[in-house]
């Protein structure tokens, strides 16, 4: 009794797609011998040839075996190619055959073909988790004609996007294609310089910068700018490379949506030596976000006594006072309770009748708060 080779299971699956899915090599060299489908397909769309992409042994029986190259322009039903599926788990060798299988004419549109997510090839590549395999895909693929410039579907991210959040600068050179392509943004108008300061990965930083990348171009949903979130998120090393960079251009104190400039930020979060180079670059320290904070309130809120004597040093207000309560810089000491700032103050000058929104001086204030040891004197 004859058995039908190509009988299929509740998942769509043959004995072939079976064998070459668990790399039985002998077991696929038989079925061929008897005439089995090449080109049958399981529930998910998916080839032999695709689910043999992990084993390379198993790809070239198949391959040697295969009449014509239609078994290669198959699909999946999410749209994966079979050489999208090799880059994805890092198969350098299978991406290499499939490529040198096509001809002059397919390898245009197949090498750039996308999956229903807008991925290509080279975006699978660049995101692959180890790096000297994520480089010779992608060298490949380049070579090939790939284009770095397509954008996946969801984020519109291009592979030099995904390349710099691996923080893999080698990549990230080997990425780099004529004008224009250093300063894509995807839908939220973020650049890879963006990620790369926003990450702190200096290295990216600096390739990007010598390639022409654009210092002020910002997120979308708050304006947030390279140096403002290098800035806040307190990475030092890419903050002096940017200002290094912006030398002459009036953009060191560039704010986001509330008015919070990179000085405000850095403040906020204490990032003292930030403060420091930032001044030193001659940030403005007296702007006000929307609420009405600028860097000596927030110093004063915090608590940093060097940062008040900092600013005190570089001209800030010593009087200045949010919009929503009408706190001073001795207010916020006095509510807190610090000593030491509080005497910073006074020392300057800091007026001791100034009230806020509620009629109350920051003694009042101290009071209420119960700060006792408070002393108001110089």
């Known amino acids: 009794m004859k058995f039908d080779i190509n009988v299929k299971n509740e998942r769509g699956e043959t004995a072939l797609v079976y064998a070459t899915k668990f790399g039985h090599k002998d077991i696929v060299q038989y079925l061929i011998s008897e005439n089995v489908d090449l080109d049958t397909r399981d529930a998910q769309g998916r080839s032999p040839f695709m689910l043999a992409v992990k084993n390379y042994e198993c790809m070239t029986i198949l391959l040697t075996h295969a009449e014509n190259k239609t078994s290669l322009f198959l699909?999946?039903?999410?749209?994966?190619?079979?050489?999208?599926?090799?880059c994805a788990y890092g198969q350098i060798r299978v991406a290499k055959?499939?490529?040198?299988?096509?001809?002059?004419?397919?390898?245009?549109?197949?090498?750039?073909?996308?999956?229903?997510?807008?991925?290509?090839?080279?975006?699978?590549?660049?995101?692959y988790r180890q790096a000297d395999t994520r480089y010779k895909l992608a060298e490949m693929l380049l070579s090939a004609g790939a284009d770095p410039l397509i954008c996946e579907s969801s984020q519109?991210?291009?592979?030099?996007?995904?390349?710099?959040?691996?923080?893999?600068?080698?990549?990230?050179?080997?990425?780099?294609?004529?004008?224009?392509?250093?300063?894509?943004?995807?839908?939220?108008?973020?650049?890879?310089?963006?990620i790369a300061a926003e990450n702190g990965f200096s290295g990216i930083v600096i390739a990007l910068l010598a390639k022409g990348a654009e210092t002020m171009q910002c997120r979308h949903s708050d304006r947030a700018s390279p140096l403002l979130i290098s800035s806040e998120r307190g990475h030092l090393e890419v903050v002096k490379k940017l200002l290094e960079n912006m030398k002459g251009q009036n953009s060191i104190n560039l704010a986001n949506f509330e008015n919070s400039t990179p000085l405000l930020l850095a403040t906020l979060n204490n990032h003292t030596k930030i403060c420091e180079i930032l001044l030193e670059n001659n940030a403005d320290i007296n702007i006000q976000n929307?609420?009405?904070?600028?860097?000596?309130?927030?110093?004063?809120?915090?608590?940093?006594?060097?940062?008040?004597?900092l600013f005190l040093q570089n001209g800030a207000d010593i009087d200045s006072h949010t919009l929503d309560d009408g706190n001073t810089p001795l207010h916020f000491a006095a509510m807190m309770g610090n000593k030491v700032a509080t005497k910073i103050l006074l020392t300057r000058g800091a007026d001791m009748e100034k009230k806020n929104e509620q009629g109350l001086t920051p003694v009042v204030v101290a009071s209420y708060m119960k700060q006792e040891d408070i002393i108001f004197t110089t």
């Open 75 to 86: 699909f999946t039903n999410e749209g994966e190619s079979i050489l999208i599926m090799a």
């Open 97 to 127: 055959r499939i490529i040198a299988m096509l001809s002059a004419s397919d390898m245009e549109t197949f090498i750039n073909h996308q999956d229903e997510n807008g991925y290509t090839a080279l975006h699978k590549a660049c995101e």
């Open 290 to 309: 929307k609420n009405g904070y600028n860097p000596i309130l927030v110093a004063s809120r915090n608590g940093n006594a060097k940062l008040i004597s």
């Open 156 to 194: 519109m991210s291009t592979p030099l996007h995904l390349a710099t959040a691996k923080n893999d600068v080698h990549l990230v050179t080997l990425l780099f294609s004529g004008d224009g392509h250093v300063n894509c943004v995807d839908k939220n108008g973020v650049s890879p310089l963006f």
